[in-house]
Every structure is written in C-alpha cells, then in structure tokens.
C-alpha cells in the first residue's frame, strides 16, 4: 500500500525538522506538523511574510470583483474591531447599532418604500446573502402553496447564467434550477426566457445586475413587467430577489435611471457585497427585504443566551465585525457622490480599455464597459486565426503580474472563449495605460513567436467562477 503523501513532499511517518529558528536566514517554515518548541515571533512574521508575495500584486488582479484597494483609516477601523463578534450584538451594541445603520442606508439607496422599517442583515459576502433569499422566497411559496392546497413538492427557481452561488442554494435546498441559457450574441436572460420557464412551482425569478460572464446588466424592469402580465393573465404570482452582487454598489451611482430595485412592487430582496463595488474589506454582503412581510418569522431565530433576545437570520454564528464597520465607514466618507465618483472613473477606464482593444483588430467587444459594472469583455472576431488563443494572451500577460482571466461562456455558447477585465478603485488611468502597453506588446510577441499548440480552457488559466 502506498504511503499517503502531502502535497508539500514530507511523508506522514517522518516528522519534519524544519522548524524555524533565528536568525531567518537559512530557516524553512514547517509545512506538515507543528513545530514542538515556541518561536521567535518576529522572525516567524518575516517569513510569512515573505511567503505571502508569492501572491502576486492584488491591484493587478483584473479578474476579481472584491475590493484590493483600503484606505488607512479603514485598516484602523478593522484593527479597532478585531475583537468584535458580529453575532454578539448584546455584547457589542454599537456594532449592531451600526449595521442597523447600514441596512436602513442601503435600503434607502435601493428605494424601499419604507427604509426605515425596512428589514435586512448582514452576511460574509454575497453567497451568503443569495441563500438568504433564497431561503425566503422558498419559505413564501410553501406557506402560499399550503394555503391553498397545493404541492409542495417540487420548488423551482428561474434565473439567467447565473454564478455559482445560486447552483448551491438550489443544490444545497432541494429547488430545481431552471437556467436559462446564453445564445450566440444574446448573453443576458431574456422575457421569454423566463416566461417560458416559470410555473406555479416557482419561488422566486432571480436576474443579476452585473452578470458574471460579461458584467452586464439583466432586464429586471422588462421581466418585472412581463410577471405583471402573467399574473394578471393567470393568477400565477412570482416574486423577484435581484443579484446584485456587483451592481447594487454601481447602478445606483452610475445609472440612476436604470430601475431594478425596490421601485419594482415586484422585486422582493436584494443581495450585494459590501466587499466588492461597495468598496469594504472581504468579508462583508447585505441581504435587504423589501417589508417585513417578505421574510417568513419562522426562519428567523431568537437567540437568548448572549445576554439579550436577539432575532438573528445567518448560516453561520460567529464572524468578524470590522468588515460591517469599514462600510459604514464608506457610507459616510464617501457619501453618493464620492461613490459616483470612484466608480464613474474606473467605468471610464473600462471603457478606454475596450477601445485600445477594439482598436488592435482582432477582437469583437462582448461588453463595452457602458451601462453595466466597470469594465469589459471581449471575443476574437468570428473567422480570425490569430495563432494563439485568449488562455495564452491572459498566460503572457501573467509574465508581467496581471491576471486577466480567460474562459468559457456557459451553456450554450460553450464553444466561446472571452477574457475580462474588472477595473476597480484602486486601477488608475495610468495602471490601464500600462495594462495596454502589455497588451501590446504580448501581440507582438506572438507574431514573432507563433503558439504550435494554443493552449485550451484545460490547461488555461485555471480561472473558474
Ligand atoms: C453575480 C454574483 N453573485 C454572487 C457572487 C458571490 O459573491 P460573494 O463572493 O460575495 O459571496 C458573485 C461573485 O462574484 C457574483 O458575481
């Protein structure tokens, strides 16, 4: 029988003896087992420390939507509040006071009707927050369905390509997922789509503001609209919960007239992250219901044993308090118009991106940075045979540290390949200018030096949703 290896070379029988010790130079750190003596903590910092860099540059991480860029004061903020349990809310009231703060605030900037009662928490990040909703909109359509008599039996949930969070509340929550699928050139979800798709079995239709795939936008006021009529026409009522993972920090700043939130009776919650375009450090979602009807009594618990009763809606128990304090803080200090600010100049980087690109002649631009999240996507042009492919433009851009993800659309234009770019605060005009230089020049170098074997999604990037 073989012997189980780790990943990292020492075997389960032979203890390590590398365990660190001063001075750093000339030490490894150990990798499988706890060293059995102390160490200098000065010296085991530096060396993780020093590990850390292997990370790379997160400022030249285009492929991510979570916020790479903090002001001094936030990493106070977060320092001030290592010690503080968001679930502890008799122990830390100001930090529940302060995220009762956040929700009426964020309600307020998602038109709820009445922000002030409105009901909403905060979550980790927006995966978190999805299931939430989920779970409510699943909760709503069995007490309607009991009530009336009916099944219960089979629950499902319309959404467009959706990301991954929603596969697992559905996988996680026994809900069929009904995904409607991409079509060539048509990446969003559509009315019919949906329409084809919903029944009395349906809990909820969910659209994402700031799709995955390509950042745009998904119709949610046509698709409101159509659930309207078909309620008119059959009675069938379907409620909305929008992901607006991304753009619920963005459309309110960039494309006020835009309506896809509480101004719809329809729409029902909304899930974004504070740790992406709402500028936080990672670990921060909000979770918002439109009236307090929308969210069943019976899935939120009262919690007495911390000192007080306390009404409590999470997956989990205990979580860090400074991330809910850092966006209060971005509330405040930014206010609407320093958002609009921030975020109005990277869409204009995204958009001058996509110009340069559109501009060298072999891509089409799926998304041209207007109207949805900032950023953009593009696309060979059908019918070019440049010699390379995007997973070997997005590896030799990774020579000079930037990660500009290459992959694959989803069903059912699974055979187009498209790379992205997130521009985020923190991605200045002058970082865009040198992201094009290299651009460039990887072109360059691949007339030079044509690829005998293009790489694939396979062995590409490795960059998954
Ligand atoms: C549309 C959408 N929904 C949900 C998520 C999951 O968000 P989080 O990473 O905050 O859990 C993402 C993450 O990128 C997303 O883009």
Redesign the pocket.
């Known amino acids: 029988m073989s012997l189980h290896r780790h990943k990292h070379g020492c075997d389960h029988e032979t203890p390590c003896h590398d365990a660190i010790v001063s001075p750093i130079s000339g030490t490894i750190l150990p990798k499988c087992r706890m060293p059995r003596a102390q160490q200098d903590a000065d010296a085991v910092y530096q060396l993780i420390h020093d590990e850390l860099i292997l990370d790379g540059s997160s400022k030249q991480n285009l492929a991510t939507?979570c916020q790479t860029t903090l002001e001094p004061q936030i990493r106070k903020l977060m320092d001030d509040c290592v010690d503080k349990n968001m679930i502890d809310k008799d122990e830390y009231p100001q930090t529940a006071e302060i995220e009762s703060r956040c929700v009426h605030m964020i309600a307020d900037l998602w038109n709820a009707p009445e922000s002030v009662s409105a009901v909403g928490c905060s979550t980790t990040?927006?995966?978190e927050a999805?299931m939430l909703g989920g779970l409510a909109l699943k909760w709503r359509w069995r007490e309607w369905q009991k009530a009336a008599g009916k099944s219960i039996e089979r629950p499902n949930l319309v959404t467009g390509p959706v990301?991954v969070?929603w596969h697992k509340f559905c996988r996680y929550f026994d809900v069929e997922i009904r995904e409607a699928p991409m079509e060539r050139d048509q990446y969003t979800m559509t009315v019919d789509q949906v329409l084809e798709r919903v029944d009395e079995n349906t809990i909820g239709v969910v659209p994402?503001l700031?799709?995955?795939f390509t950042l745009m936008y998904e119709p949610v006021q046509q698709i409101a609209a159509a659930l309207d009529d078909l309620q008119t026409r059959t009675g069938i009522d379907v409620p909305i919960h929008v992901?607006a993972?991304?753009g619920g920090f963005v459309a309110p700043f960039l494309t006020p007239d835009v309506v896809w939130d509480f101004r719809l009776p329809r729409v029902k919650s909304i899930n974004s992250?504070g740790?992406?375009f709402g500028l936080s450090p990672l670990g921060v979602?909000w979770v918002i219901w439109r009236e307090e009807k929308d969210l069943p009594n019976d899935l939120v618990f009262r919690v007495n044993y911390l000192g007080g009763e306390m009404p409590t809606f999470a997956l989990n128990f205990s979580r860090p308090g400074g991330q809910v304090i850092s966006q209060y803080y971005n509330l405040v200090r930014l206010g609407r118009e320093g958002y609009a600010r921030v975020h109005g100049t990277s869409a204009a980087i995204g958009q001058k991106i996509a110009r340069e690109i559109a501009n060298a002649g072999l891509f089409d631009i799926v998304y041209d940075g207007a109207g949805g999240l900032p950023g953009c996507t593009w696309k060979f042009k059908a019918g070019v045979d440049p010699g390379f492919s995007l997973y070997d433009l997005a590896d030799r851009l990774r020579v000079r540290g930037w990660q500009v993800p290459a992959y694959s659309l989803p069903a059912n234009v699974e055979d187009v390949a498209v790379q992205r770019i997130l521009c985020r605060n923190g991605f200045t005009r002058d970082m865009a200018d040198m992201l094009i230089g290299d651009l460039h020049r990887a072109l360059d170098y691949f007339r030079a030096h044509p690829v005998t074997s293009p790489q694939t999604e396979a062995d590409g990037s490795g960059f998954k949703h």
Do not use: R
């Open positions: 939507f990040g927006s995966s999805a990301q969070c994402t700031g799709q995955t992901d993972a991304s992250s740790h992406k979602g």
